[in-house]
């Protein structure tokens, strides 16, 4: 899957002021636009708007994240394959494109990949010293996150809590129960999910944990042993009772990702042994032929 340590992909949700003006003084002396952009490739800050005729840039400006189809074709072309395997600045190139790209990649002080920055050449083709201005620009931004403290969002929050849980470290008088368990409805599902046989995307887990939550407005999605697990609910002990998994089984059926269900339940605190359940039954499935969703426990695919 290409990844590496995932579990504060999202540290840089909250810009500080001086990264954010670091950008900006990059885009006046450079003479090209910038972006900045988490490992889930959401968009974290960007400079001037005006890349009016390339639609990457549009796309990422006016959903705040890239499509799914669009990290197929960034993989396709094997831009995250050279982001992966270097840590120097990669020149993306490709027909699709209407002006070339250049990527670099921040890390945080232990090596934590945090995101990238990536540069438009849309008002002047780049120059031989722009790639060593934009290492250096890295370096002086993962520093300002250092010294500027920021600390893991929500969702790297949540991640934690899911884990405590599924551990059985958590109280249940643990406020963060009730916050999880407000919006959903009465009989709760748990699903493992493990994307290792869809090859065409290599990318960190928080990427698709992300991409998961945006196919239902009821899944709550985390990261946990390698799988990225959904929380579900439906008004019934019947999962497919208002169709809540018809949006995660048909993704999964056309990207073969292999995901286990347990059965339902309605306490959250009980969660621990039915997240179990959830991994026999995708145990099970990573055991069959490729092409068949979501396993249920103790019922076969779904």
């Known amino acids: 899957m290409g990844e590496t340590k995932d579990s504060a992909s999202a540290v840089l949700d909250v810009l500080a002021e001086e990264p954010r003006r670091l950008l900006e003084q990059a885009y006046v002396r ?32 006016a959903l705040g994240r890239f499509s ?16 992966a395997d270097s840590e120097a600045v990669a020149l993306m190139q490709n027909d699709r494109l209407p002006y070339d790209r250049a990527c670099a990649t921040l890390f945080d002080e232990a090596g934590l990949q945090l995101g990238s920055i990536v540069a438009v050449a849309c008002y002047r083709p780049f120059a031989e ?10 370096e002086q931004i993962a520093g ?6 920021c600390q893991p969002s929500e969702r790297v929050y949540y991640d934690a809590f899911l884990s405590d849980l599924l551990a059985g470290r958590t109280s249940p008088a643990d406020p963060a129960l009730a916050a999880v368990r407000a919006d959903l409805k009465d009989y709760l599902f748990l699903l493992a999910a493990d994307v290792s046989r869809y090859e065409r995307t290599l990318t960190h887990l928080a990427y698709f944990r992300d991409l998961f939550a945006r196919l239902g407005a009821g899944y709550k999605c985390y ?4 799988n990225v697990v959904v929380l579900t609910s439906a008004p019934t002990p019947d999962p497919e009772a208002d169709g809540a998994l018809k949006p995660l089984n048909d993704f999964f059926l056309r990207y073969n990702i292999v995901a286990g ?3 339902a339940f309605q306490n959250l605190s009980d969660a ?22 979501i396993f249920k426990y103790g019922n076969g695919p779904g």
């Open 272 to 293: 621990r042994p039915y997240f179990r359940q959830a991994l026999f039954a995708l145990n099970r499935g990573m055991s069959e032929p490729a092409g068949r969703g």
């Open 129 to 138: 010293g722009d790639f060593a201005e934009m290492a250096l620009l890295c």
């Open 223 to 226: 990261l946990h042993l390698d």
């Open 30 to 61: 450079l003479g090209n636009p910038f972006v900045m952009i988490d490992t889930s490739y959401n968009l974290l800050y960007h400079t001037e708007n005006r890349v009016g005729d390339d639609p990457i840039w549009n796309e990422l400006v």
């Open 68 to 83: 799914h189809e669009t990290v197929d074709f960034f993989n396709e072309a094997r831009f995250i394959q050279a982001f």
């Open 144 to 149: 300002a996150v250092y010294r500027g403290g």
């Open 261 to 263: 269900l347990s059965g």
